[in-house]
């Protein structure tokens, strides 16, 4: 098997405690794989449960039951039962995550915020802060916001700056939660390019993108979430 | 800087462990069967209620209290581990200077108020033999600088300086002798929110360059997801739940981490 994600029987419920105890069953089965260079589309309503399964693969979610496989250096782990240090060897090798939101941290400049991925990885700072800038002007992010931090920054700006950071290293599986909900349209062909290079480069990606569009751009092929729906 | 004699740094290696680790004082349990390994580089948050056995628990892992029950082992640097009850008061006290650190809520018992910031850096310094007062005081200018404290304030006592310089002076003071861990008590306790993340942010960088290890108490969930990579949620002295920090502030699963998550006020 040569699969990149390779899920199976994935079960994800949540219990309310403040809510007297209430269950909320979110998916149930969840089975699919991705290919390297395929990029995979999560479809289905709201609610369905579509960035719940990301974050599932993420290792953000816990998974209550099944399997969640990620090649990871060579080897097959499964993330639903790998230990924290071993989730987070796989976040810095392995998976990379483009969430709706940006979680700034206070006080870091831009720059350094979509550079920090590759820091982590060994690169020398000057030329991670070289590669960042390049992204950022291909996102068309003006050189004079890059040295402040996002935090002020406009929806859209914000999540250019998150996209950057999703994009800027080279990791074999990429998750893309709406990456471009609050883009212009020429942004959003940056995006649709970026994700083509990407699949190109051989990156096994899993999206949800409500934008019918851009979803015929980048699909592969679409998972429907609603054969997973848990509540029966 | 501080030589590292020798230092075997394997990553992969637990670098503290406890095992069965349990406090009590007459009938009242501070701390109840905490089992857990630290690793090279990794920081661990312990997050909790006053009075939940957070702080008995940090005493116990930095040999400052005797544990009930259970015990604390320390991968010293020749590599060798060794159980904390069982070292002799040289290696204690090389521990204690050199290869961890330990930062207080409140600065003042971590520093000494009435000397100037070079000389609460340099002390540390001293106490491990250096005996240059001119690479001495180089190594606590350099240190200033990379907690913000500007060098003209390097012969002003800490007791002129405002709460977040003196929590930065005593992060220096602690980090100067390249310790590869680091206790914090509440680090950010007690100041105000904009010198809470310019603190937080200085100690997440220092911590990933020098690759520390850290155990931080707080009871912040803020500060637990800036700087920690693993959480452990105590109550009533037990630990009942851990995991990767941001699986367990987004993915709470006990009643009372729920409730802890769930009272965040939104900003």
Known sequence: ?????????????????????????????????????????????????????????????????????????????????????????????TIGYVSQFLRAVPRVATSDVVAEPLIVNGMARSEARERAGALLRRLNIP????????????GGEQQRVNIARGFISDLPILLLDEPTASLDAANRAVVVDLIGEKKRAGVAMVAIVHDDEIRHLIADRIVDVTSFAAAA | MAEHEGAVQDNNQPLLMAEGLSKSYG???????????????????????????????????????????????????????????SLGEAERRFLFRTDWGYVHQDPALGLRMAVSAGANVGE????????????????????????????????????????????????????????????????????????????????????????????????DLAVARLLSHRVMVMKGGRVIETGLTDQVLDDPCEPYTQLLVSSILPA
């Not at chain 2, 069967?33 to 116990?60: I, N, R, W």
């Not at chain 2, 977040?164 to 310790?179: S, Y």
């Open chain 1, 143 to 154: 050189e004079r916001l890059w040295a402040l931090p996002p935090s002020t920054f406009s």
């Open chain 1, 1 to 93: 098997m040569t699969a990149m994600i390779e899920i199976s029987n994935a079960e994800k419920t949540f219990t309310m405690h403040l809510q007297g105890g209430v269950q909320l069953p979110v998916v149930r089965g969840v089975s699919f794989f991705v290919e390297p260079g395929e990029c995979v589309v999560l479809a289905g309503p709201s609610g369905a449960g579509k960035s719940s399964i990301l974050k599932m693969i993420f290792g953000n979610y816990r998974c209550d039951a099944g399997r969640i496989g990620i090649r990871h250096q060579g080897a097959q782990i499964d993330l639903a039962r790998a230990e924290p240090r071993q989730i987070l060897s796989v976040r810095r090798a």
């Open chain 2, 124 to 219: 540390r310094l001293m106490a491990v033999g250096w005996n240059h007062y001119g690479r001495i005081r180089d190594t606590a200018s350099s240190w200033l600088e990379r907690v913000e404290i500007g060098i003209d304030r390097i012969d002003d006592a800490p007791r002129t300086y405002s709460g977040g310089m003196r929590q930065r002076l005593q992060i220096a003071r602690n980090l100067v002798t390249e310790p590869r861990l680091v206790f914090m008590d509440e680090p950010t306790g007690g100041l105000d929110v904009s010198v809470q993340a310019r603190l937080l942010d200085l100690m997440r960088n220092l911590v990933s360059e020098l690759n520390l290890a850290a155990i931080v108490v707080t009871h």
């Open chain 2, 27 to 85: 009938r009242l349990m501070a701390c109840r069967d905490v089992s857990f390994a630290l690793y090279p580089g990794e920081v661990l948050a312990v997050v909790g209620e006053s009075g939940s056995g957070k702080t008995t628990l940090l005493q116990l892992l930095s040999a400052q209290l005797a544990p009930s029950a259970g015990r604390v082992s320390y991968r010293m640097r020749d590599g060798v581990m060794r159980d904390l009850a």
